[in-house]
């Protein structure tokens, strides 16, 4: 568990990087963030990066901020940022319950929101928060910048659509208007495992009925889903158990659940009925 | 027993200094100068013919000192067995070194890699080219035997364990009931990797083996007969160990090689396994088949039992034989009195990990089987699950009770001591097992899936055949005890200690213990099998009061009083009815007793002694674990709300370890029942080689664990009635936990299969259309 040989920059600018990346990141160049997933995956030889791109110093990556209504992620801001409130109202409190479930405190500290969607493994909190609130993110390379909703970003486990030569700088994360129920809900084996399943729900209350209903599912499949017939379930029904249950059983009915030597589709579907209510109630609570 | 002084007090361990204050010294922390590192390239395939081997990518990277296949160690044999010697029958299926023409599981051995530093050489290791022609795979020992090798089959033994008539009892039942249950594989994975350090001193011709831990003087002994030096010319050393459990310290292919290497190209060399091979190569265990059934009469007393159970040893038989496959039909009994018994095994080699001991080795296997058919019986007939263990349970006016196997080559086992029923009674009352029940009937009248379970079990320690010490007191009152002992972290120095400063009379804080170091005394038990503190305790015993009666034989001639009138206290002899008389202070009898000495008479010189102990047979502890557990309906998750073991250990020499010791093992247990698990994919990959993906319990899942030691048993068998502490905290958690979730959700039988993972949970309440 020794990785092989890597070149090693540390760009002090976002202009700088990307003249770096442009040079190496055809040649399997890899940015550094957080390094919580890329080094054991060089330690187990999995990736054999050759260069790393460590853009930890680089100062204007560190922002976190809201502007027009959304919240602005820089490059460099660590899951432990989210221990907090980062926003006024509900989705503060809401984002700081989703990064407990992220990884150990350790890991917590050293990892990204955007490298993690970067990363884009299925069981990324982060991920499935970028879908389900409609979140995009800036990638930066020496031939312009470009915006990228987080749909057409993740593609598939592991896969996004950055290019070689880009640099995710920053993650655009839209807050959903103040009266918004928001819920999250996810199994792992252990504290801090990855998630088997887990499900985001939203909606609002409009005359007694949802409104706007999000159901997304992450851990499931190969990328986090808003699960449209969930979401048909709700809207226009009172909230309650019986809608919640109703909306967790099309959720598991659409799934098209990946299956491992330890999880089954059957689990996994069972797993995704039982979050989605549980993901509906908190929202309701 | 009467109350010791610092015997039986749970006082500070001596070892923690160093290791809490960031000072210990772990295998990786020692190096020599101009030292090598080993690096193993491993066989990526479960089952495969070596067509051909090109190293001369590898050997050309710069930093490459040499790159060995098995063709160029054609002088060293496979790992041999140490404990029982084990049998003809299954040299063959002994590892080698490096693979020879075959590879049988994926880890294996193939190609070593010498290198000036770690990563060189794992880069070289890449750059091998195996050519790999592929066999059958066989995943499971439920599977028919392959071929091992032409004229030899999988099915490496099949063994039978007999006393009674059984076919009688069954004939007769009132009801017989079989059950088909699994244990799954895991294993211990200590926080500290293997490591190994071969080091050669061509100037006094020793080579020395640094990294080793508990059976040192054995594997000292299975290297010299591999490597035909001779013992004066091996030294083994043991450093801090992070953690044993059984599997650490055993003889493995990687210590053969280092040792070989130093020798032949005269550079220490260094091999530290990484996580990701320790989770494929170092021994794993337990798993197991059992197809069990029980013959009971109308009140639920046990008529017979039998077991056909299938072994599955892995790629190859390892340093313990079938040692595990006896060790759990010769205790699946327990501590029930049952009339007529019936065990087979198939032993037999798969294309996985290869296994050997964990911790209650065939224990934990078996009393998950004894304790799955008595609740299964006590289901059957309508019976509260403790009464049909009142009932069964052996009486200590039964004590000794021997079990006399009709084979010839089985031992039989002779439980020295104990009362069963009164521990039961006591921990079912610490536990609150009556009121719990009231409490658990309204919470499943709530909704909730809640549940309590048991597993009462029979451990074994103390196993001889002996082990000596040797302790010197210093001209300055210090004292040293050298053992051939060692120490996996479990307190050996400590407790070594306290029975040393008990019967000298010294301050335990100035006693020195000597473990692991095969230079210093010619013979050692190790620590295995939970018999350190019996065998080697038992030695520190008898010669700390040999050391003290020449102590004394000398301080009554100096100070003119009769020896039966003098103690030593704190190291200073004095009259035991006039304290403020005449003294004198084992330093300066050490003196007095230095050669040449006038005063030393006709006596030996020093102020030292070498004693043995030979316990004449094993010594039997036994316990109760109780579980209460909590499940989630909707994920299959399981929380488990409280844990409780009871164990009679005969003597605790030092309560604290002794309850740090059942914590850790209660908690190791609730991996192997709930989440540990080495799975393979039907090619024999193993999917669980990372912490990842083999799951073990962390803080986060840990209940508090309840303790309860108990000393109503000591042992007839050594002078201090020690039974041991070791394995008991693993042994029964497994099946009081499958009695939990059973209870738990409504279905007394239904589980068969550990560990009890969340989807396997939801597949019993999904097939029950929950």
Redesign the interface.
């Known amino acids: ?5 890597f070149r090693y920059h540390r760009p002090g600018s976002i202009a700088e990087a990307v003249d770096v990346l442009a040079d190496v990141g055809p040649d399997q160049g890899r940015v550094l963030a957080g390094g919580q997933s890329l080094v054991p995956s060089m330690a ?2 999995l990736a054999a990066p050759s260069t790393l791109v460590d853009i930890n110093r680089i100062e204007e990556l560190g922002h976190l901020s809201v502007q027009d209504g959304s919240l602005v992620i820089g490059a460099c801001v660590r899951h432990a940022a989210f221990h907090r409130s980062v926003v006024d109202g509900v989705p503060g409190p809401f984002l700081t319950r989703v990064a407990r479930h992220i990884g150990h405190y350790p890991i917590r500290q050293r990892g990204t929101f955007c490298g993690s969607l970067a990363q884009a493994d299925p069981a990324s909190e982060w991920c499935l928060v970028a879908v389900a609130l409609g979140a995009s993110v800036t990638a930066a390379s020496k031939r312009g910048t470009r915006r990228i909703e987080a749909t057409d970003l993740i593609v598939g486990a592991m896969t996004t659509t950055l290019a070689e030569d880009e640099l995710l700088t920053e993650a655009c994360l839209p807050l959903p208007a103040p009266e918004t129920r928001l819920g999250f809900a996810e ?1 792992s ?6 998630a ?1 399943a887990m499900v985001l729900a939203s909606y609002r209350v409009v005359d007694g009925r949802i409104a706007g209903a999000c159901v997304a599912v992450g851990g499931a499949e190969d990328r986090p889903r808003r699960i449209a017939a969930a979401e048909m379930a709700l809207d226009g029904n009172p909230p309650g158990a019986e809608t919640f249950a109703a909306a967790g059983g099309a959720a598991a009915e659409a799934l098209d659940p990946m299956e491992d ?4 589709v ?2 996994r579907r ?2 995704v ?3 989605t209510s ?1 993901a509906l109630e908190r929202a309701a609570a | 027993m009467p109350e010791g002084k610092v015997l039986g007090k749970p006082v500070t361990r001596l070892e923690d200094q160093p290791l809490v204050t960031g000072r210990g010294r772990y295998v990786g922390d020692i190096n020599f100068p101009h030292q090598l590192h080993m690096r193993i390239a491993r066989s990526v395939h479960a089952h495969a013919e070596i067509r051909s081997i090109d190293t001369s990518r590898a050997r050309a990277l710069p930093g490459v000192f040499a790159v060995w296949t098995s063709d160029d160690i054609p002088e060293v044999g496979p790992v041999d067995f140490r404990a029982d010697r084990a049998s003809e029958v299954l040299k063959p299926y002994r590892q080698p070194v490096l693979a020879r023409g075959r590879v049988r599981y994926v880890g294996d051995p193939v190609v070593a890699i010498f290198a000036e530093d ?2 060189v050489a ?2 070289a290791a ?1 750059l091998v080219d195996i050519d790999y022609s592929p066999l059958r795979i066989i995943v499971s020992a439920d599977e028919d035997p392959g071929e091992f090798e032409p004229g030899r089959t999988t099915e490496a033994a099949f063994l039978t364990h007999t006393f009674g008539d059984v076919d009688g009892a069954f004939a007769k039942a009132h009801k017989v009931i079989e059950l088909d249950l699994h244990t799954g594989r895991h294993s211990g994975v200590p926080l500290e990797t293997r490591g190994a350090i071969g080091r050669y001193d061509a100037a006094t011709d020793i080579l020395e083996l640094h990294g080793a831990a508990k059976v040192l003087h054995r594997n000292r002994d299975t290297l010299v007969n591999m490597l035909g030096c001779n013992p004066d010319q091996l030294h083994v050393h043991e450093s801090h160990v992070g953690g044993g459990f059984g599997i650490r310290g055993e003889l493995y292919p990687e210590d053969v090689l280092v040792l070989v290497a130093a020798k032949r190209l005269g550079r220490p060399v260094k091999w530290i396994e ?3 091979e320790h989770l494929m190569c170092a021994n794993q265990g337990r798993e197991q088949h059992h197809l069990a059934r029980v013959a009971v009469d109308k009140d639920g007393r046990i008529l017979a039992m039998e077991d056909k159970i299938f072994h599955d040893q892995g790629g190859y038989v390892r340093t313990h034989g079938y040692n595990v496959a006896n060790r759990t039909m010769c205790m699946l009994t327990g501590l029930y009195d049952v009339p007529a018994f019936r065990a087979v095994t198939h032993y037999r080699l798969t294309n996985k990990t290869p296994c050997a001991t964990y911790r209650a080795p065939g224990r934990f296997e078996s009393t998950f089987v004894r304790e799955r058919l008595v609740d299964a019986v006590a289901a059957e007939l309508g019976l509260d699950p403790v009464e049909i263990r009142r009932r069964n349970l052996i009486r200590p006016e039964q004590m000794p009770y021997k079990l006399e196997f009709d084979e010839a080559n089985v031992e039989n086992l002779e439980f020295d001591s104990g009362d069963y029923p009164l521990l039961f009674k006591k921990a079912l009352d610490m536990f609150g097992w009556n009121t719990l029940q009231e409490e658990l009937k309204r919470r499943r009248a709530a909704g909730e899936m809640i549940g309590a379970g048991m597993g009462l079990f029979l451990e074994e320690g103390g196993r001889g055949p002996s082990d000596g010490a040797r302790i010197a007191v210093d001209s300055r009152g210090g004292v040293e005890v050298v053992t051939g002992g060692a120490s996996l972290g479990q307190g050996f120095e400590t407790a070594m200690a306290q029975i040393c400063a008990e019967a000298l009379g010294v301050d335990y804080r100035k006693i020195r213990v000597i473990h692991g170091q095969t230079d210093r005394i010619p013979y050692g038990i190790g620590a295995h099998a939970t018999r350190a503190t019996v065998l080697t305790g038992g030695a520190v015993h008898v010669t700390a009061l040999a050391v003290r009666a020449k102590a004394l034989d000398m301080a009554s001639e100096l100070l003119q009083l009769p020896v039966d009138s003098l103690e030593i206290v704190d190291g200073t002899v004095r009259q035991r009815s006039n304290p403020r008389g005449p003294t004198i202070t084992l330093g300066d009898i050490a003196k007095r007793l230095a050669p040449g000495s006038k005063v030393l008479g006709g006596r030996q010189p020093g102020l030292w002694a070498e004693e043995f102990f030979n316990p004449k047979d094993t010594v039997f502890p036994y316990g109760v674990h109780l579980a209460v557990v909590k499940v989630d309906p ?4 399981v929380t488990v709300e409280r844990f409780m073991v009871a164990y009679d250990v005969g003597r605790a020499v030092n309560p604290a370890m002794v309850e740090g010791q059942l914590v850790g093992g209660c908690l190791q247990g609730l991996g192997g029942a709930l ?1 540990e698990e080495f ?1 393979y ?1 039907d090619q024999g990959q193993p ?1 669980a080689a ?1 912490l ?1 993906d083999y ?1 073990l ?2 803080l ?2 840990a209940p508090d664990i309840e303790v309860l030691i108990t000393e109503d048993a000591p042992s007839p068998l050594n002078p201090l009635g020690i039974k041991s502490a070791g394995e008991g905290g693993i042994n029964g958690v497994g099946a009081a936990i499958a009695g939990a979730i059973g209870d738990a959700i409504g279905r007394p039988g239904a589980i068969r299969r550990m560990p009890v ?3 396997r949970l ?2 019993i309440l ?1 097939a029950d259309g929950r």
């Open positions: 568990m020794k990785p092989s040989a187990f030889r199994f084996r252990r504290a801090g495992d990855f088997l030597a330890q999880t089954s059957a689990y069972d797993l009925r039982t979050l549980r | 770690a990563y794992e880069d890449e990484d996580r990701y909707g994920t299959g998750g989440y799975i994919d999917l990372t990842a799951l319990p962390t986060g899942e993972t969340p989807q939801r597949d999904r």
